[in-house]
T-cell receptor, first 115, second 114 residues
Framework: DADVTQTPRNRITKTGKRIMLECSQTKGHDRMYWYRQDPGLGLRLIYYSFDVKDINKGEISDGYSVSRQAQAKFSLSLESAIPNQTALYFC??????????????FGSGTRLTVV | GENVEQHPSTLSVQEGDSAVIKCTYSDSASNYFPWYKQELGKRPQLIIDIRSNVGEKKDQRIAVTLNKTAKHFSLHITETQPEDSAVYFCAASIRSGGYNKLIFGAGTRLAVHP
């Protein structure tokens, strides 16, 4: 599916560097999310945005920041990368339908390694 | 805070057997419970979901049950096949600022052996 696109797919960066992960979607959804996946820890929410002017911290926001540039774009930044931020990062979008469901569509993921 | 616990973390079954994955949630206001399947190297994809006004939902070989009183829900896969091998995540909706977001369990790695 090309409807939620993450760039880059893979990235190796050095400790202390600033890095931005980008997410764009063509689904027309208002809600966008950034999750981090680590083995044994599942998917943990970093930040989420319910519309362009709304930004909320998730359960593990320290060391991260986000920008919602447009309805279709939601970027995640690591201001000063550290090795324990090495993980697989997923962007997701959602919309609410009339049946009160909140199913997410995930992007393909960005594998980030901080050395 | 709100959390979702998922068990087991790994599950190994023989092809044709059934597999059951269980989750518990903490927020009694949760009203939506999706399950995602993540194949190796791929993104999580929604496979089935259930709302709080329904106790059970079935889609071919997969089914989900919900016990709101006990705050737990389960995924059942019957007649497992090797292509069912993947990591499965449960999730529960959490109310926040007038909107719902999803909290995920830690995942179950299912291996189906031929």
């Amino acid at each position: 599916d090309a409807d939620v696109t993450q760039t880059p797919r893979n990235r190796i960066t050095k400790t202390g560097k600033r890095i931005m992960l980008e997410c764009s979607q063509t689904k027309g959804h208002d809600r966008m999310y950034w999750y981090r996946q680590d083995p044994g820890l599942g998917l943990r929410l970093i930040y989420y945005s319910f519309d362009v002017k709304d930004i909320n911290k998730g359960e593990i926001s320290d060391g991260y920041s986000v920008s919602r540039q447009a309805q279709a774009k939601f970027s995640l930044s690591l201001e000063s990368a550290i090795p324990n931020q090495t993980a697989l990062y997923f962007c997701a979008t959602s919309d609410r339908d009339s049946d009160d469901r909140y199913g997410y569509t995930f992007g393909s993921g960005t594998r980030l390694t901080v050395v | 805070g709100e959390n979702v616990e998922q068990h087991p973390s790994t599950l190994s079954v023989q092809e044709g057997d059934s597999a059951v994955i269980k989750c518990t949630y903490s927020d009694s206001a949760s009203n939506y419970f999706p399950w995602y399947k993540q194949e190796l190297g791929k993104r999580p994809q929604l496979i089935i979901d259930i709302r709080s006004n329904v106790g059970e939902k079935k889609d071919q070989r997969i089914a989900v049950t919900l016990n709101k009183t006990a705050k737990h829900f389960s995924l059942h896969i019957t007649e497992t096949q090797p292509e069912d091998s993947a990591v499965y995540f449960c999730a529960a909706s959490i109310r926040s600022g007038g909107y719902n977001k999803l909290i995920f369990g830690a995942g179950t790695r299912l291996a189906v052996h031929p």
